[in-house]
Structure formats: C-alpha cells, structure tokens
C-alpha cells in the first residue's frame, strides 16, 4: 500500500498569537480528525514547551527539528526526529509530484501553501498527517 497524505486544514494564525491560544486552536482541530491521525510540530526553537503544553492537553506530539546537517535522527520513545532541511524540503517536493501529499483544493490558503516558498519546513509549523 502506498502512504497517501492529505491536507485537509491549513490555519494561519496571526503573528503574536499566545502559545496557549495555538495549542487551543490546534486541540479542537484535532478532535475533528480520524482515530489515529499524528500531530507533528515544529521542534525548533520554542518547539519542546509548545510540545509540553499539548501534552497537558493529553496529546504527544511528533517534535520534528530541521537541522543544517547531513544526519537524520529519529527518537521513537521520546517522539522526536532531528531531520536535514534538504531531506524535507526533497521530501515534500517529491510527495507533492507524485501526488501522494494533497492539499484540498477548496481550503482557502491551499494556493499560498503550495506556492514555492510557503512549502517550507518552517512554514509548515504544525502538521496533521493522516493516512487515507
């Protein structure tokens, strides 16, 4: 079986939004979803306290940290990953040619997002991936 993922929300939050209000926002997304779907977030920077309020909220996020190296690292016990930025970027790119990343076309900022640039690791701060 090949792995499908698709987008079915993109939320652009404005600057200066507390941590508590994103992980608020985040948590009802999340009830929305499948059984079973992940929430990966942004592992940089603020990344771990953000990751450490939605436990309090009774959900373990993936931490994924893009790193300027070459190694990847994945820590399935703690639910961290350190990965090169040139692997996700060719990662995405590449889910994205073969159509197995999909982005609904009636989502409002669905062009923004896959315009170049907004693919970005770091623009893609918060994730929720689920298999179709």
């Known amino acids: 079986m090949i792995d499908i993922f698709e987008i079915g929300t993109i939320k652009r939050l404005p600057l200066e939004t507390s941590y508590t209000n994103v992980v608020a926002i985040v948590h009802a997304l999340l009830l929305r979803c499948p059984a079973g779907t992940e929430l ?5 920077g603020v990344g771990k306290p ?10 373990t996020p993936w931490c994924v940290t893009a790193t300027a ?3 990847q690292t994945i820590d399935a016990a703690n639910r961290t990953a350190n990965v090169p930025k040139l692997v996700l970027i060719s990662r995405i790119q590449s889910l994205l040619f073969e159509g197995r990343l ?3 076309e009636q989502i409002e900022d669905a062009a923004a997002f896959l315009a170049e640039g907004d693919c970005h690791p770091h623009r893609l701060l918060v994730h929720l991936q689920s298999d179709v």
Request: negative net charge; proline residues 0%; without cysteine.
């Open 40 to 44: 990966i977030i942004d592992g940089t």
């Open 50 to 59: 953000v990751a450490d309020i939605f436990k309090w909220h009774g959900v």
């Open 69 to 71: 190296g070459i190694e």
């Open 102 to 104: 999909k982005v609904h």
